[in-house]
Each structure stands twice: as structure tokens, then as C-alpha cells.
T-cell receptor
């Protein structure tokens, strides 16, 4: 089992460009999450999903959109990237409010 | 909404000394509590968790934590630090559908 995978691992964008981050899990988890990690701020929840076809906002949803068309995939989109979105992005999945399993992260730089 | 406070963004101990990382939480419902560890350029790995039952929980690598409801605390300890314990540690609380993380504590182990 691969667990939780994220693509790409690294990306550099110019301000105003768009991109999509892909998260995939092979554990048949219902719940999936997108976080961003910034120095001194821990992980902050962007959006999450409690099942296929459902999404909900987390702590810091502005500037991001998500989709969960298939149970195993959770996509995070940036429609118009800003320098403030420079961060490390982590995807996670879980059965419910129990243990979350994390991907290796995507390092995004917006110039 | 639930929240987590980790006291001390940096903790430094000598090899062989006691490790104590502090975590306090707030939650409106009985919480699930977690400690995760993050090594450089990696995702988060679960160290241990409390859901219900015994309040002293043991995790991997010799770590343990005690849930104290009256103090709303879930401090992480290890009797004897090893060089390989150097990492960043995150406390997290989960009540309904999402998980909230503390800002993290970076542990340094001196030889």
C-alpha cells in the first residue's frame, strides 16, 4: 500500500497563475484533509471532506477550492496564486476523527 | 471550536535527560488527543493517541503521554532522550470532523 501520496512534490508559480495539487489514498478512508504548514504556526486546515462528493471549509479556506469526485482523490486548487500562499501543503486521510495519515507534502513557492 | 496550545516553541535537552513537551487543549466534547512527530522534509507520523479508557498512553520510540481532564492537558514525556528524537512535535485535538494542531515544539538533543 502506498498510503497517502501527493503530486507534485515541488512547484514554483508566478503571481496570478493557477494550479491543482493532487492527493490520493489507497486506505479506503472516508475523510480527507488539506493543510498548510507555515513556520511557527503549525498546521492549519484549509478544506476537508467527509466523503465522496462532499467538501467543507476549514480554518483558512480563502483563495483555495477543493473537489472530491472520487473517494480516493482529493484535489486542492489555487485559481490565482498569491505570494501569501507560499507554503508547504499536506494532505491527510482518516476513517473519522481518529488518526490521520499524512502525505509527504508539496512545497509551493509563489513569486 | 477546539484548540491546542503547546508551551515552548523550542526545547533543548541533553542526551539521556528527561523529555517533557507540554500541550493544553480546549474542546466542547470529549476529545481525541494526538501527538505527531515530523522529521525534516517529511510528513507527520503518529507517536501516540488518546481516545477513551486508560489515561496514560504509550507510543512508539519510548514516548508516553497522560490525559488529565481536570487540567485539560496532554503532556508528552520520554525518560531518556536520544539523538534520534530531535524533530518537531505537534499536539492535536479532534472532536467532530476536523483536527486542530498546536504550533509545534522543536526538540533539540545535545550530545
Amino acid at each position: 500500500n502506498a498510503g497517502v501520496t501527493q503530486t507534485p512534490k515541488f512547484r514554483v508559480l508566478k503571481t496570478g497563475q493557477s494550479m491543482t495539487l493532487l492527493c490520493a489514498q489507497d486506505m479506503n478512508h472516508e475523510y480527507m484533509y488539506w493543510y498548510r504548514q507555515d513556520p511557527g504556526m503549525g498546521l492549519r486546515l484549509i478544506h476537508y471532506s467527509v466523503g465522496e462528493g462532499t467538501t467543507a471549509k476549514g480554518e483558512v479556506p480563502d483563495g483555495y477550492n477543493v473537489s472530491r469526485l472520487k473517494k480516493q482523490n482529493f484535489l486542492l486548487g489555487l485559481e490565482s496564486a498569491a505570494p501569501s500562499q507560499t507554503s508547504v501543503y499536506f494532505c491527510a486521510s482518516s476513517y473519522s476523527k481518529d488518526t490521520q495519515y499524512f502525505g509527504p507534502g508539496t512545497r509551493l513557492t509563489v513569486l | 471550536a477546539q484548540s491546542v496550545t503547546q508551551l515552548g516553541s523550542h526545547v533543548s535537552v541533553s542526551e539521556g535527560a528527561l523529555v517533557l513537551l507540554r500541550c493544553n487543549y480546549s474542546s466542547s466534547v470529549p476529545p481525541y488527543l494526538f501527538w505527531y512527530v515530523q522529521y525534516p522534509n517529511q510528513g507527520l507520523q503518529l507517536l501516540l493517541k488518546y481516545t477513551t479508557g486508560a489515561t496514560l498512553v504509550k507510543g512508539i520510540n519510548g514516548f508516553e503521554a497522560e490525559f488529565k481532564k481536570s487540567e485539560t492537558s496532554f503532556h508528552l514525556t520520554k525518560p531518556s532522550a536520544h539523538m534520534s528524537d530531535a524533530a518537531e512535535y505537534f499536539c492535536a485535538v479532534s472532536d467532530h470532523n476536523d483536527m486542530r494542531f498546536g504550533a509545534g515544539t522543536r526538540l533539540t538533543v545535545k550530545p
